[in-house]
């Protein structure tokens, strides 16, 4: 919390957007864009001196998913980068093309994209952009259910209003409860 007499001077802005779209081909595109940005001007190694506000990193991924959650294409797009070999990583994300995002996303995201063969940044978006398309995807198709929605039992006992041993899960959702 911030004190009155104690000011703020803005110095890195980092934006995440993803929003979810139904296509007109009845299947699923999440998109994700993250920008990082300086308050100062920015030295760089190959990119010279970056004007306040302009853009380390603009990068964007579109995920093209089933019903299921499975993958049916991925487009990346790097606009702005810090080093010009980071270019070489938006290829390799066709990998992931075929895979589900639900339980084990993550670790099969690690084990296709080693460390220094992806992007920190384009990763950390991809987790984003599973939550997105749980949270587009799911409610969208259960819209009309009355009371308790239905949920994806990959979201049990990972937060905790979905905890297996407590009152929502118990009350609404018992075929998740803990015994």
């Excluded at 606009?79 to 990583?89: E, G, L, N, S």
């Excluded at 460390?115 to 987790?127: F, N, P, Y």
């Amino acid at each position: 919390m911030t004190q009155q007499n104690i000011t703020r001077t803005p110095i890195h802005t980092r934006t995440i957007v993803c929003e979810g779209f139904l296509r007109s081909d009845q299947r699923w595109d999440i998109d994700a864009r993250l920008t990082d940005v300086k308050h100062y001007p920015f030295s760089t190694i190959e990119r010279g001196i970056l004007a306040v506000g302009e853009r380390v990193h603009d990068m964007t991924i579109t995920l093209t998913l089933n019903d299921q959650l499975t993958i049916e294409a991925i487009v990346v797009s790097m606009q702005d980068v810090p080093f010009k070999i980071c270019r070489k990583v938006p290829p390799r994300l066709e990998q992931l093309v075929g895979i589900n995002l639900t339980r084990g996303w993550r670790k099969e995201v690690q084990k296709r994209l080693a460390l220094k063969e992806g992007c920190t940044h384009l990763t950390e978006l991809l987790r984003v952009m599973a939550t997105t398309a749980f949270q587009t995807i799911l409610p969208y198709q259960n819209r009309h259910t009355q009371g308790a929605k239905l949920i994806h039992p990959n979201i049990v006992n990972q937060c905790q209003g979905f905890r297996a041993d407590d009152e929502v899960i118990q009350q609404h959702f018992p075929e998740y409860a803990d015994d």
